[in-house]
């Protein structure tokens, strides 16, 4: 199968840290491709960031569709445009966010996340209730570690991150973790071999569901409320998404 | 006061329809500049719409800064980008949805919603559960009106709607009604009288809930949640957002 | 337009102050009639306070729509019998709780409480369930400060409150804060100026609900839960309230 | 044990066939003494009966404080007052609602609720709500029937009743059937007779959680939420409670 | 009335003790008969644990019945097998959790839970859960104390049992305890005069409410939810319940 | 890998059948190894059913991880003993019920659940609230199709379960259906074919979660709740779990 991997940021490092992990969890039958989009910010932290990336996301998402890709892959732990993604692709929409969360309450009874910046922790939280994960989860905490400095991880970085795991463990209960960025992919392995506990990276875990989703032939409903938009008139900017004719309006009255 | 009254829909008919309701129930001193995005559907319908029209948006909120409001309405009924709105604005800025619960919570026990299409009805939902008024709306009803018919109603889509909205009062056991659509906006009179019970239009709302803010001197909190956005690159069309240098990037790996 | 604003504590320090309050945040064409009950207790303090000072806020319902006032504002925190006033009266009633918290969530992301006695913490909880804002509040916090030492705050109650804000800004991440006493009402500025971050009075927050209502011409839907009480005989010290002829009955048996 | 078998309403009727109803439930060695205040209305069906009703009851917890009960009973389905009956009262204060909860819980997977008028869904509802029973409460009925015209129960009014029940049964899903005013006491076997599920009234359900918490020993925390009120003025027709001297103070500024 | 009271641990230690407790809070025309398993584990203390000892308590259930009691009480925190033995029970079953927390809201605003081992935290919240008590509790401590340390307690685990009450009390602000481990039923006497707040055992509670349902002629309704399970074959060690003719099968293909 | 696939009902013809589907869905490297218990009920419809099951059921989980199986997959909708079987195993344990919801609220906005036993309508609501589905299933509908007549499934009883199926979808707005048992396997395929939405097996979906876990080495957290459980006495019938030496002690007092 073929699975379009998106980083809905436009920084090359973490596309390429992110292509990394998918391709060493997928099976040999499963093509990653890897993709990112050309326009938005390089780098997703604050509700701002994530309205820019998520209209920019929809061109990486419709790319895919074209290239006739078995699945896309919204890899950034916002899991932005969700909805929207799945009302114009026809394979399934997995993120990353939803997809740890789901294989981490397999394997422990709480599971804690640890993510970036303290300003995403409402994105974390809102997740969390989407998804119905709230009370299996015993915690959220913040490194404020930004998402760029996460493409090369220094030794103090790493050692701030492994220590905000521990306090997700002995402070807040948490018996597996969840790491809240697809920044944080690379280091799934020696966090899992430095705190001995379930490290679930959502890039992993979404390829996994994609692949058991493909497998068994499931496609996302394409009747109700995952249908296929409209077609209507798009101005400017957006005239690439018009079914109709373009149309000219004045702005101010 | 100048309130920067938007339209996230490239529809001038309902843009002007907008205008003329929050003038109506403006003081006097507060001065009401329409305004609507220059890219972006002419109507928004689903979430792919909304995703959209959500970058679109944020273009006019920036505008409004530029020209020195004293508040930003978004008046779509999905209050859409209303929390990155929030992180570049100084001044308030109200959702038509979210200002139509606090009022209508005022007087009535039990309000219901009566919006355009069954698919929009999640965001319905999903606004009731931000704002926490779930437990306070007797239900939300759709009645497949879509927004551009709404620009002139005739008749029989007059009666659609009325007929709805006896159903959401004697099914539902509704007290009051909000309109869930910016383009019934006129219409709120003419339901009045015929229905008897209080109708809310979120738009005249939000210009009372934008003037009550500005007459106590209160202003969004920019310390915490709704901070400015961290300054980064952002590529392509969204070059304008961009407070660095600008950078190229391969797209695929 | 006239407003009823009642203060139901009999304590004429409080009152005065609540009326300045309101006077400053009124529109000119506001008229504020203050109010206080004949009976009850001098400040609410416990669920018994409440119990006796909301029968004897009816009352002053009563002769506010004698008066033939556009609207009732209930300048307590507890909101006490807001159900049974709406009942009563024809013309709006406004808890200053719940437009406090209202006005709150436009300016913050998550609000704090700063309230009086610790006792009065459940009052809070309950109204913030009420009106469903419990997941944008930070937190409430007492201050055990007295109802009636805040007639005349000496310095170093103030610096008491302001401590316990302090801890509602840095510990619980509140982003603005709702004063939880009428009485704290001529303190908003001062804290406002000290503490750099929205602080919201419901007294005044109230007056602008009330004005908005009555420009939009939004009245209580008096068809259904807040319809008329019947009529039915009152008996003892509750006959002014009978619309029957008087009844004599044995108590005990 | 002596327990305070209070009727909120001043129908002596009701207080008399409450009482019947507590004494057939009582051991031997309970001594019923029922009382309902000198002062309110006849019946509760409002928030603002209810109101007006809690006041009065109060002075009716007084004297049973007086006379050295062991107990109260709230008799009234809304648990009228309930909070502040416990801050004055030394002994334990059972609402009837809450009492009935209680043990329909122990004796179905899920029970509903068949109550006197429509408006006073909502008391009933906010009672689930607040003793935490709503999931297991198959619904809320009403059958419109008047508190008062319960007196004495005419065949139709009897058939109107059972026909509820039966909705509740069939419809709902309900295992067993609380019964939703302190009136229909005396109807308790007559339904249960008819339906052949546990039909549980209130009052006899309160009488027996009286008598248990006495035979252990339980009472009231004094400490905390139920505390004493502090002792303060209480004007007007409220001087009975004042513990301070009386103080004059003039209503309007 | 016969009580069937149930110790699910093997540990005829802790079931002299529940004897005793059950006796003391009995009226004298009601007979306890106390019960445990021939099979399972001597004490309850993980998951594992209960799933044993829930199978083997159904069999004390059935003995019960054909002993003809008239009540059944489950005497394990954690309340095993609750809705099984309602199933096959005619007469009432309560478990001490619930029968504790109901008693427990009677006579404080919030109780606290004082229990065993750290693992069986989850057991307590999921009862507060299911009987809806969540929103009434201040939480739940454990003390480490294992099961069958409580048989004979030692000075130093009464002082650590006494600690951690204290901790419920002044850090989480309990009102009154509940005791969350049926072993503990002796030390209720020595806790309350100690500490001077409502200590609520969960074995006393659970005689008062199966003599109250008795006395009120209530009993399970056995439509529905907890009517009969069908008849079925059961092999090997569960032919007992066998009401078909026994079938052999093969195991692994 | 090799999975330990259980059915906890003694009924071979369901075996046979959910070994197929499972063998159907899993990758050629997996093995699925069928086993159901020696002991207990030929199938699970009742709660008391599930508690004698589940003591069974983890018999097999013991063999399972003796013959080094690298998962455990509970087949019965109602995932009894999941958490026991957490403890006793070292190897991930997965129910159907979870895994089908998780699948499923990947490719549907909201998904039905159809069941056999209307008695099972609670176990499935419990089990979307332990998983934290309830908000994204449309609701759960029993067809009354007794489990051991899914061994065969004759026309009209396929008849039936597709009517309930198009209820889910038309009436309940489901865009996807979970089929709540596992002896209802073998229809995915035709169902699918029939309704053309996405149909959901929680064999095969646990099937590919099995894989998933196991191809991203992610294993139990055997620290905290699911530790192994502390070694005790067990009597009678269940003395091959002792891990002590055996007791013996009296049973009646």
Redesign the interface.
């Known amino acids: 199968m073929k699975i379009n991997l998106i980083n809905p940021n ?3 490092g973490m ?2 840290k992110i ?1 990394a992990s998918a391709r060493s ?1 997928a ?1 040999s039958s499963t093509d990653i ?11 997703i ?8 990336a ?3 996301l ?1 061109d990486v998402i419709k790319q895919g569709e074209e290239n006739q890709v078995d699945a896309h892959i919204i890899a950034c732990f916002g899991d932005p ?1 969700l ?2 993604a ?3 692709a026809t394979v ?1 929409v ?1 993120g990353i966010a ?1 997809a740890a969360f ?2 981490a ?6 599971f804690g996340v640890v993510t970036t910046m303290t ?1 995403t922790l ?1 994105t974390s939280e809102h997740l969390l209730q989407r ?6 989860c015993s915690g959220v905490r913040a490194t404020d570690i ?1 998402v760029l400095d996460l493409e090369n991880v220094a030794d103090d970085v790493y050692r701030e991150l492994k220590a905000e795991c521990e306090r997700a463990l002995f402070e807040d ?1 948490a ?2 973790l969840v790491l809240g960025c697809a920044g944080m992919s690379d280091l799934t392995e020696k966090l ?1 071999a430095d705190l001995k ?2 490290i ?1 990276d959502g890039v ?2 979404a390829v ?2 994609a ?3 493909h ?7 394409k ?5 296929s ?2 077609d ?7 005239q690439h ?1 018009n079914s109709n004719k373009n ?1 000219t ?5």
Chains 1, 2, 3, 4, 5, 6 share one sequence.
């Open positions: 436009t920084c090359i596309t390429e292509a969890a099976l491709i890897a993709s990112m989009p050309t326009h938005g910010p390089e780098s932290e604050s509700a701002f960031d994530e309205v820019i998520s209209a920019a929809l445009a909805d929207a799945r009302e114009i399934p997995i939803g789901q294989l309450s397999l394997v422990a009874y709480r300003r409402p998804y119905g994960y709230q009370h299996l930004a209960g018996e597996a899992s506990v379930p679930i992993c875990a996994k569901l692949e058991s989703l497998q068994l032939g499931l496609k996302t409903c009747i109700g409320q995952y249908g938009p409209l209507k008139a798009f101005d400017g900017r957006y998404w149309i309006k004045e702005r101010y009255i």
